[in-house]
């Protein structure tokens, strides 16, 4: 059983940057690979980026390439989002998940093969 609670989120102006963190509970958390998904109003829930369980490989949606850093602490069980360039559209709540499996990473894009999830938190970027 893994439990996450996110953090950090908030009101930023467009460029700005922003830093959630994901807390996860649970002694196997090294063992899991660490996904970042948002969802917009009235979109659909998107996928972000996700970090390997070794924290050596991490994939990104094209639309943060190059903005968004996924990190991870395995001694603190935690994990990173760091978030630049925002922009108006990158408002979303913001969820941090879990899987054990390890794959391809077009398999990690799938919302559905994810087993943990976080509550979630509010970005809002303002233009």
């Known amino acids: 059983q893994v439990q996450l609670v996110e953090s950090g989120g908030g009101l930023v102006q467009a460029g700005g940057s922003l830093r959630l963190s994901c807390a996860a509970s649970?002694?196997?958390?090294?063992?899991?690979?660490m996904g970042w998904f948002r969802q917009a109003p009235g979109k659909e829930r998107e996928f972000v980026g996700v970090?390997?369980?070794?924290?050596?490989?991490?994939w990104y949606a094209d639309s943060v390439k190059g903005r968004f850093t996924i990190s991870r602490d395995n001694a603190k069980n935690t994990v990173y989002l760091q978030m630049s360039s925002l922009k108006p559209e990158d408002t979303a709540v913001y969820y941090c998940a879990a899987t054990p499996v390890t794959a391809s990473p077009h398999y990690y894009r799938d919302w559905g093969v994810y087993d943990y999830w976080g509550q979630g938190t509010q970005v809002t970027v303002s233009s």
């Open positions: 970090i390997k369980w070794s924290g050596d490989n991490s």
């Open positions: 649970g002694r196997t958390f090294s063992s899991y690979a």
